[in-house]
């Protein structure tokens, strides 16, 4: 019950974000997603994390799927992006208790 991805797209417009990806990672198993700016990756992530709705293809996070089980999903992985969401008048520790506040969770 690790990640399973079949044949994601994204598209924005003309820009093809992603094109019929697809891969796993099996549990307790140390994956990585590199690429450049653009590549796709942040798309991707956001999928996998019930953020954005795939154009096509179908993903799943420990056995739920990023579609019918995204309040399941939201429940076990936390996504907090780096850019353009932390408070830059708060600390690290401040910015995490508030998005875990407001998700609530601890």
Sequence with gaps: MGITVSN????????????DI????KPNELFGLIGPDGAGKTTLFRILT????????????AGF??????KDIRKHVGYMPGR???????TVEENLEFFATIFGTT
């Excluded at 697809?22 to 990672?25: A, G």
């Design 65 to 70: 799927d990023v579609l019918k089980d995204f």
């Design 50 to 61: 019930t953020l954005l709705i795939a154009d096509k293809g179908q993903a799943s996070v």
């Design 8 to 19: 994601i797209s994204k598209s924005y417009k003309e820009v093809k974000a992603l094109q």
């Design 22 to 25: 697809s891969f796993e990672v």
């Design 84 to 90: 353009f969401s932390l408070y830059q008048d708060l």
